[in-house]
Nanobody, 114 residues
Framework: VQLVQSGVGEVQAGGSLTLSCTAS????????LGWYRQTPGKQRELIAA???????HYSDSVKDRFLISNESAKNTIYLQMNNLKPDDTAAYYC?????????WGQGTQVTVFP
C-alpha cells in the first residue's frame, strides 16, 4: 500500500490544521493506522493511532487537542489538530500497519508560529 499525505503546514499558535493521508487501496484490515511526528535530533513519536480492535491511542502531548479519524470509504485517515502550540512544530508522518508491513506517508512539515 502507498500513502499520500496532504495538508497545509503553517499556522499561528492557537490555530488548527487538518492533515490527510490517502492509501492506494483499502486499509479495512489494517492492524493499526495513525500518525507519528518527528523533530530534528529526536525519535519519531507516535501521537495518534487506531487499532483493528477499536482501540484509540493519543500521546499525552496531544491528548484533548488532536483527533484522528478514519474514512474507510475514501481509504483516508485524518489528523485534526486544534489549539496548536509551537512545540507541535515537527514533521508529521502517517502510517498503516497491515500484512506484516508498515507503509509510511511522505511526511508533512508543520510549523506553528508563536
Amino acid at each position: 500500500v502507498q500513502l499520500v499525505q496532504s495538508g497545509v503546514g503553517e499556522v499561528q499558535a492557537g490555530g488548527s490544521l487538518t492533515l490527510s493521508c490517502t492509501a492506494s487501496r483499502s486499509t479495512a484490515y489494517a492492524e493499526s493506522l495513525g500518525w507519528y511526528r518527528q523533530t530534528p535530533g529526536k525519535q519519531r513519536e507516535l501521537i495518534a493511532a487506531i487499532t483493528r480492535s477499536g482501540i484509540w491511542h493519543y500521546s499525552d502531548s496531544v491528548k484533548d487537542r488532536f483527533l484522528i479519524s478514519n474514512e474507510s470509504a475514501k481509504n483516508t485517515i485524518y489528523l485534526q489538530m486544534n489549539n496548536l502550540k509551537p512545540d507541535d512544530t515537527a514533521a508529521y508522518y502517517c502510517y498503516v500497519r497491515m500484512e506484516l508491513r508498515t507503509a509510511w506517508g511522505q511526511g508533512t512539515q508543520v510549523t506553528v508560529f508563536p
